[in-house]
Each structure stands twice: as C-alpha cells, then as structure tokens.
C-alpha cells in the first residue's frame, strides 16, 4: 500500500479493500517509526488523523467520496492548520496554533483528504537545506547524512519515505522543486496566483506559491486540482477556472520542443548530475522529442535580484512578529521597543535575521533606487528573456540543482555558498512561471538528480503532461529508499 | 560596498531586532558577503526598462463595501502573549 499511487489509494478505498482508518494508521506506523531517523514532521496529528479518517470512510460508505477522500497528507508547516500548531520551524511561532484553515488545507480538508501532521522546512521558508530549522535538520532518507533539500525539506522527505502519500510545499525561489530533486520525488509549483496564499505564512509575497508533492507526475496532478483555484481572500489569487490538471497526462510528446537554455549547460553543473540530464533528454528525443538551444542570458543575475527582492518583502512581512498579538515574547524588557528587539532577536534563527537585516538596508532612505529598483528593472528582464525563449520551444528543460544532495553542514556557514545552489530554479520564481522537478537518475552515491521543466503561464497540465510522458518508460520515480 | 559596524547596528534597530556586540561582528561579515553577491547587479544597466514588481500586472480586485467577516476576537485574543479585558496588553508607552 505504501507504493500506490493516489488513484490506486482512491480505487482500494472505494473497493473497501482498505480502510481510511487501516491507510491513516499504516502511514502514522512509518511515521513513529522513521520520524526520529528523519525529522520529516515537526508535529503529527494522530487522533485528528484517524478522527479525519473515520469521517472519510462514512463518506466513502455514503458514496459521496471525491478522489482523494481517504487518502493521507501531509502540509509543510507554513500553512495555517486550525486546532494544530503552525510553527514555520520558528522559534517566534513555536506554541502558535492559528485560529483558522489556510485556503490550501480547507480545500483538502473538504476533498477529504486525511491530515497527517506539519512537516519540517527552512524557518519561514528560508533556505536551500531544510538545516535552518529550530526543530532541528530534516535528512535525506537516501543518505541520512545529507540534506534534504529546502525550504518544504520534510515534505519532500515524507513523500520520498513513504511517510505520506502527498504532501503540500511551498516556493519561493526553488523551495518545492530542489527539494523534490534532492530526496527523488515530483514537485510542482504552479503559475504564480494559481494557489491561493491566505493562511500561507508570508515570506516574500510576489513569489511564494503552493505547490504539490507526489511520487509522480499523475499524483502532483491530482493533489494540484485539489489545492488550486480562485480565492477572493487572496489578493493575488487569479479569477480563472477551475482546472482539472491530470486532463492532458497521456498526450503523446511526439513533436514536442525543448529548449535547453545554453546558460544552464555551462559550467557550474556537476559532472553527475549532467550524465543524469543528458540521459533524460536522449528518452525525450526517443519519445519524439526535439532539443533545441535557448538563451536566458540575465538568468545569471536572478540570485543577485532574488536577494534584493524576496529579502524585502520579507523584512516587510515579517515585521508583524513583535511579541503582541501572537508569537514569542521575551520574558525580560524595560520598555516596548526593548520588548520588540529582544522578542524578535529571540524568536528568530540566524538567516531569517540576516535576511530582515539585508531587506530592512535595501529598502532605506537613499538605497531604493540602487538596490530594489535595479532589481525590479532585472526582474522584467529576466521574465523577458523566457518569452523569447518560449518563441523557440514548448518547454523548457535543465537540472533541477547543480548538485546532488551534499552533507548536512557544509554549506551551513557561508550563506552565499547556500544561495548559488538555486541558480536554475530562482528565475522562475522572479518571472512567475509554472516549474516541475521529476528525479531522472542518479549521481554520486546513487543520490537522486532532478530534471527541471519549465513552462509558460499557465501551462501545468502540459508540464505534467511532459512530465508523466518520461516516468511511463522509466522507474526513476519508483525507486524507495532503504531506510529504517 | 562595504558595510560598517555602525550601520549594521543602525539597520538593526530600524528592524527592531536587538543585536549583541558578539553577534554583530558576525552578522557584519556575512552581510558584506551577501552583498558582494548583491552587487553583480549593478553591472547592467537597465535605464530604459520599466520595474516589474509583480508576475501578473493585474489592477487591484475590489469588492463591494459588506461585512464579510465575523466576530472572532476571542479565537484571535487567545494566541496573543499578553491580554486583558478584550485588549493585547503592551508595556507602557505614555509616561
């Protein structure tokens, strides 16, 4: 059962084979079992679990059941879950239990999906390896010395050990793509203002977006027509209709062109994770595929930009956390400002201070113009150069991440180092396009390497198309880690 | 550019996070470091590109002038550090 994919979980459930009971508490099983190895999870719900699962097998005897009424989730801990904590891996959100459902998880809570619990991230969504967490690293279930890939570590980790079923992530600047290529699971995260970000705690608010973990294409397409559609709560969420992202999953890919931007196949790219690669796109071309060169010539200059801009708007965002209406408050102060700079020096880890610190200098008096208007000004470049790209191919494809996963602590103490692992996945983010990562093969220490596409605005269902086209004539998806 | 000492304190205090002498050294290296990285930008000149601040350029949604929420303050009072009578409670700010 552990192996199913979601719609073989929805046949057995709707057969009554299995349980949603007997399903919920096989996967709790794994979880005790492998969470202390893991820290995939920072909180597990299990009597909301199982009382979830109770109510989805009425509804699944009453024949009211939808495709995933049953079936386990698990929702990285920047969603806002009602009646159980939401930490953000933070300090500062430690003991907070959010008063309301994120837009996200009242929609699989309606669909029926079963909540297993919170699962471990970079604090606020900040970091490429799931290390800058209060509740300590999440690891690689390949490797348990490694990292598992960040920010949404522990629900790519939970997905890949079969701690879940699915799981839900968030990106920012790779946080559900790199991860899905670290750990061998199918990531995606949709167009921007396709999933709604109410309840979804805010790091940098023009590029966060929700996103889908699964074991394959067909799964990530099946949780994202859950979790996607147009919300009024928020904002940025864009009045389109509903979309059913699994239609298009068996097109046939003959014909198809892939751009191979010439930028992402220059240096910087680990020799194993280019055999990788280029094995990927030999199986495209047998599928009938065609490569061509693209040029994203800024794509250089999307980490530089990304560090102006996400920064920012986080030190914007995160400025709400000052010890007052939720939150930690330090238990010593003389006065209300001693009280906002101790229970924020207190509340937040290293990185999520250094970003505010790097926001809160950009956006000063006399800095604007230099820092975050050049970077809006690149911002526009780099959005432009896909559009010339998209003139030439239908997808775009390229490494997930220059490397496989690398050893918990090695790139923990120089920042830059951690930020340069994102060079494929943060334009993407800056220009709002749909990305996916499926694991395509293996590198060193048959470490898992992720193959990325890209799309143009909108264009999920053709990615997972893309997608489920390559893992119907390979197994890299299949593949389990040994753990445990 | 280089920071120095004093301004990474003065940008602490306009982010409201307090910052020992131990932790300021630090944090003034790392910051220097990324801004090394920050500075590649200013490499392009961009002076006839317009900003993009935004994926989708979309005007602002408006909805009608209704109440479309209910009275939660309890639900919202109760996650909050310090409360009395209806009211987050802070120290006192007017002598």
């Not at chain 1, 057969?15 to 709790?28: M, Q």
């Not at chain 1, 900040?126 to 690689?140: K, L, Q, V």
Request: proline fraction near 4%; charge should be negative; include cysteine.
């Amino acid at each position: 059962m552990i192996q199913a994919s979601l719609t073989e979980l929805a046949a057995a459930l709707g057969a009554r084979k299995i349980s949603s009971v007997e399903l919920t508490t096989l996967f709790l099983d794994r979880i005790d079992a492998l969470n202390p190895t893991l820290n995939a999870f920072i909180t597990v719900d299990h009597d909301g679990a199982l009382a979830a699962a109770r109510a989805a097998d009425a509804r699944l005897a009453a024949g009211t059941a939808g495709p995933l009424t049953g079936i386990p989730i698990a929702h990285k801990d920047v969603f806002c879950t009602e009646g159980v904590r939401t930490t953000c891996a933070s300090k500062m959100l430690e003991n907070f239990v959010s008063p309301y459902d994120a837009h996200v998880v009242g929609q699989l809570k309606a669909a029926g999906a079963v909540m297993l619990g919170k699962t471990n991230m970079d604090e606020f969504a900040m970091g490429s390896s799931n290390e800058n967490t209060f509740f300590g690293a999440a690891r690689n279930p390949w490797d348990t010395t490694r990292v598992t890939g960040g920010s949404s570590g522990g629900s790519a980790v939970a997905v890949a050990a079969r701690l879940s079923p699915m799981a839900t992530g968030t990106d920012t600047g790779g946080s559900v793509r790199q991860p899905a290529a670290l750990t061998g699971v199918t990531g995606i995260k949709p167009s921007y203002g396709v999933v709604s970000r109410y309840g979804m705690i805010a790091y940098a608010s023009s590029l966060d977006q929700g996103g889908a973990f699964g074991r394959s294409a067909e799964d990530c397409a099946l949780l994202l027509t859950a979790m996607a559609g147009f919300d009024p709560r928020d904002s940025t969420s864009l009045e389109r209709e509903r979309e059913d992202y699994s239609r298009a999953l068996n097109q046939p890919l003959a014909g198809l062109r892939i751009g191979l931007p010439k930028e992402f196949f220059a240096d910087g790219m680990d020799d194993d994770v280019r055999a990788a690669i280029d094995a990927a796109l030999a199986h495209y071309r047998q599928l009938g595929a065609t490569t061509v060169e693209v040029s994203l010539p800024n794509a250089k200059l999307a980490i530089p930009a990304y560090y102006v801009i996400a920064p920012a708007e986080a030190s914007s965002n995160l400025s709400r956390f000052d010890g007052v209406r939720y939150g930690h408050r330090a238990a010593d102060y003389t006065d209300l400002a001693d009280m906002y700079g101790k229970s924020r020096a207190e509340g937040f880890g290293a990185e999520v201070k250094r970003r505010i610190l790097v926001g809160t200098y950009v956006l000063s008096h006399g800095y604007y113009d230099a820092y975050y208007l050049q970077a809006q000004k690149l911002r526009r470049l780099i959005a432009e150069d896909f559009q010339r790209a998209f003139e030439h191919c239908d997808v775009i494809a390229g490494p997930t991440s220059p490397t496989v996963a690398w050893t918990l602590g090695e790139k923990n103490d120089d920042p830059v180092q951690m930020y340069l692992q994102d060079i494929y996945t943060i334009a993407v983010n800056l220009a709002g396009l749909p990305g996916l990562s499926l694991p395509c093969g293996t590198g060193a220490g048959d470490l898992p390497v992720g193959l990325q596409l890209i799309g143009n605005y909108f264009d999920e269902a053709h990615l997972l198309n893309v997608a489920h086209g390559f893992q119907q004539g390979t197994d890299w998806h299949r593949r389990t880690p040994a753990v445990g | 550019m280089s920071l120095s000492l004093d301004e990474v304190r003065h940008i602490a205090r306009l982010a409201r996070i307090e910052l020992g002498d131990a932790d300021a050294t630090d944090t003034l290296a790392k910051l220097n470091s990324i801004f090394g990285l920050i500075e590649q930008m200013q490499a392009v000149d961009t002076r006839d590109v317009e900003p993009m601040s935004h994926p989708q350029e979309l005007a602002q949604r408006l909805r009608p002038d209704s109440v479309t929420e209910t009275d939660r303050r309890d639900a919202f009072l109760r996650v909050a550090p310090q409360t009395e009578a209806g009211l987050y409670l802070v120290p006192q700010v007017i002598e």
